[in-house]
């Protein structure tokens, strides 16, 4: 419950700075989005973390894990909710493509500024990949 409850209180306090998503950089949006649970460093050791069921991957591996190629499009769709990974169970992770958009409602551009978000918080990610 304290889990469910420390997320909810992130997205309000996120969806308060919508306006400012547009303006952010990479580092900066998943700072905001994704290190409580992820960690300040993508190697999946946020606060959060220790009171999940199954401990966030190390995001700075994802490469490595792929043979040294990072998959853009396999994280974005992670991101935004088009693909669930089984191994995390139900989920946990808020589907940001879809919070994005509906804290921008009635904006004509919504899923054009969800996507530029996500696209933001990808290249972060393929930035932060460790060499084999």
Not at 63 to 77: N, T, Y
Not at 85 to 103: D, K, L, S, Y
Request: aromatic share 6%; hydrophobic share 40%; net charge positive.
């Amino acid at each position: 419950m304290r889990l469910f409850i420390l997320i909810s209180a992130l997205i309000v306090t996120n969806a308060a700075q919508a306006a400012d998503y547009l303006s952010a950089d990479g580092a900066t949006l998943f700072g905001k989005f994704c290190a409580s649970c992820h960690g300040p460093d993508a190697r999946g050791d946020g606060p959060v973390a220790k009171h999940l069921k199954s401990s966030p991957p190390d995001l700075t591996r994802i490469a490595q894990r792929r043979g040294g190629s990072f998959p853009a499009d396999r994280v974005e769709q992670i991101i935004d909710g088009r693909i669930v990974v089984g191994a995390h169970g139900t989920r946990a992770m808020p589907i940001w493509g879809e919070e994005f958009t509906r804290q921008q409602i009635g904006e004509p551009e919504a899923e054009r500024g969800a996507r530029v978000v996500i696209e933001r918080i990808v290249n972060y990610l393929r930035g932060v990949q460790v060499a084999n």
